[in-house]
């Protein structure tokens, strides 16, 4: 069978939105219709299946249930219980392991004089869990669980108060906090009805979004190979050799400040770039229209356009670069004329 190859798409990460908690992956080109299928079933692998780290249930000294005061202490042992809940955790092995955590008053108790097992770190360090009395004191043991999405506490059958006072709490184990996707339409080459993928990933800084991406792609991947009936079709490979003989008709420069690069990108329309709006109108009304003609500007030269800020400047900067192109290269079109020239003859020949 001649399977026919399907395009393959670009990642890259938006660098003006990404931090520790919030990532904005960008996805391009894809099939028409692919958009909203991976970036739905993306969110709801996310939201669903990625592991994490959170506590389980706790002993607090002199207390053996939820709805007890604690001596010495303003909060009751439900709200140290609801204030546990919100302790963000990193378990770097995927074991269970054990915190602890003793203050005499008078004196705030946060999660930072929590301590931890070598592999679990507490993210929120700040996080208040009770404000202790002048003849109080607080002595609290943690066991700390990993698993997916949210557990609700494991009470033991039928034991009402457990022998070593231990209360259970529900868990909420994903570092995922929301997770929102949206699609655009993109061009490959004439073409104009290619999806663009924009998928937007918030942690509470458990996890990275990058690591919680490869995660759920990981996930998802492994689940669709167990509904294979019959061998894989290699739609990678095919669409590999596709892009591979595509490239092989393009005209590349061998020398000088283009090197490696298709020559008739060069006097192509700046459109191909597709910037934004702001900044596509302020190039052409500069007279900016092809792709030479912007490459051969310095910086200095770009901010003095009307309107253009350094913003602009910024987002040309990195979209020039993910052609492999920059600023001030300073190329000269009879010399790409001349390339094109040989190269078509060379072809003929």
């Not at 609700?152 to 457990?162: D, E, K, M």
Request: net charge negative.
């Amino acid at each position: 069978m001649n399977y026919k190859p399907l395009i393959l798409p670009k990642l890259s990460w938006n660098k003006q939105v990404s931090s520790d908690t919030t990532g904005e992956l960008i996805v391009q080109p894809l099939e028409p219709g692919f958009g909203i299928t991976l970036g739905n079933a993306l969110r709801r692998v996310l939201l669903s299946a990625v592991e994490g780290a959170a506590v389980t249930s706790v002993i607090i000294k002199g207390v053996n249930n939820e709805f007890s005061t604690i001596k010495g202490v303003i909060e009751d042992a439900l709200h140290v219980i609801l204030n546990i809940k919100q302790i963000v955790l990193k378990d770097t092995t995927g074991l269970p392991g054990k915190m602890s955590l003793y203050i005499k008053g008078p004196g705030v108790a946060k999660a930072s004089d929590i301590k931890t097992d070598s592999h679990i770190e507490i993210v929120n360090k700040d996080l208040v869990l009770a404000h202790i009395a002048v003849d109080g004191e607080l002595d609290i043991e943690f066991f700390v669980d990993t698993g997916r999405g949210y557990s609700p506490a494991n009470w033991p059958a039928g034991v009402s108060l457990q022998s070593d006072n231990r209360i259970y709490l529900d868990a909420m184990f994903s570092p995922i906090t929301r997770v929102e996707y949206h699609v655009e339409k993109t061009r490959v080459g004439q073409e104009i009805d290619y999806d663009k993928l924009i998928l937007t990933v918030y942690t509470n800084g458990a996890a990275s979004p990058q690591d919680a991406i490869h995660y759920g792609i990981s996930v998802l991947r492994t689940q669709l190979e167990n509904l294979l009936s019959a061998k894989e079709i290699p739609f990678n490979e095919i669409s590999k050799m596709s892009e591979e003989g595509a490239k092989k008709e393009q005209l590349f420069d061998v020398e000088g400040p283009t090197k490696g690069l298709p020559v008739d990108l060069f006097l192509k329309p700046i459109d191909e770039l597709e910037f934004s709006v702001r900044a596509h109108n302020c190039l052409i009304g500069a007279g900016i229209k092809r792709v030479i003609d912007l490459v051969n500007l310095g910086e200095e030269d770009v901010l003095k356009i009307k309107n253009f800020g350094r913003k602009s400047l910024r987002e040309v900067k990195e979209i020039l670069a993910a052609f492999g192109l920059h600023l001030g290269m300073n190329i000269k079109e009879l010399d790409l004329k001349k390339v094109i020239k040989e190269q078509e003859s060379g072809v003929k020949s």
